[in-house]
């Protein structure tokens, strides 16, 4: 694992499996059996892209201070695209949780993969 001085390379997840949608546009295969690629493809894409850029930096954050950061949605929303993270199709890498000693409230952090540092 590699922690924060070299991440800012890395300008957006990788994400293996893609399905195509009725627009002719690739989105990342997110999991569940309510998932829509033509419904669900852009926003959940976006998102994912977004906690990817304020996490990427391996600092230890709330979801109050994921969403402060610009990242839209809810706690629950954010909390899956931390979990997807985790998963090899969107690279494995490690998503860490404490809880805050001041305040009680949970933190995360995600700690890119070497290989993801080396291909970015």
């Not at 929303?77 to 998503?95: N, T, Y």
Request: aromatic content about 8%.
């Amino acid at each position: 694992m590699v922690r924060n001085s070299r991440l800012a390379t890395v300008e957006e997840p990788i994400c293996t499996r893609r399905v195509k949608a009725k627009n002719g546009n690739e989105y990342p295969l997110f999991d569940g059996r309510t998932y829509d690629v033509d419904r669900d493809g852009v926003r959940l894409t976006g998102q994912l892209k977004a906690v990817w850029v304020v996490m990427k930096d391996g600092e230890w954050r709330t979801f109050d201070q994921i969403k402060q950061a610009g990242v839209n949605g809810s706690d629950a929303s954010i909390s899956a695209r931390l979990r997807d993270f985790r998963k090899d199709k969107f690279g494995g890498h490690e998503v860490s949780r404490r809880r805050g000693i001041a305040s009680g409230v949970y933190e995360y952090q995600l700690v890119v993969r070497e290989s993801e540092v080396s291909n970015g």
